[in-house]
């Protein structure tokens, strides 16, 4: 119904930024909240942040507050993350996932599609 593809993770340096983007296709409600996260190894996956697509709300983690930003694009059924001070500890792989309830935040099961990550390494 809906499928997600993110783009624009690579190697960057400490303190370097990176813009990631999710590009969104298929059925969506004017409701729907997109979020950001992010999985190390041998951590869980963690909220990044998400957008409320109606009305451009965002929530961000503790961890990159004031240095990730959540945007869209609806021309292009897009949202981005802009990562700027990356830190090595933001190594990871990012996920962009979609809850077409509009519901969801910082939880996992709250969002029904995912996107199939993109590998984002930053070096000290």
């Given at each position: ?49 998400a957008i409320t ?40 792989v990012y996920y ?29």
């Amino acid at each position: 119904q809906v499928q997600l593809v993110e783009s624009g993770g690579g190697l960057v340096q400490a303190g370097g930024s990176l813009r990631l983007s999710c590009a969104a296709s298929g059925r969506t409600f004017s409701t729907y909240t997109m979020g950001w996260f992010r999985q190390a190894p041998g951590k869980e996956r963690e909220f990044v942040g998400a957008i409320t697509w109606s009305n451009m709300r965002t929530n961000y983690a503790d961890s990159v507050k004031g240095r990730f930003t959540i945007s869209r694009d609806n021309a292009k059924t897009t949202v981005y993350l802009q990562m700027n001070n990356v830190k090595p500890e933001d190594t990871a792989v990012y996920y962009c996932a979609a809850d077409l309830m509009g519901v969801g935040v910082g939880r996992t099961e709250d969002y029904e599609y995912w996107g199939q990550g993109t590998q984002v390494t930053v070096s000290s």
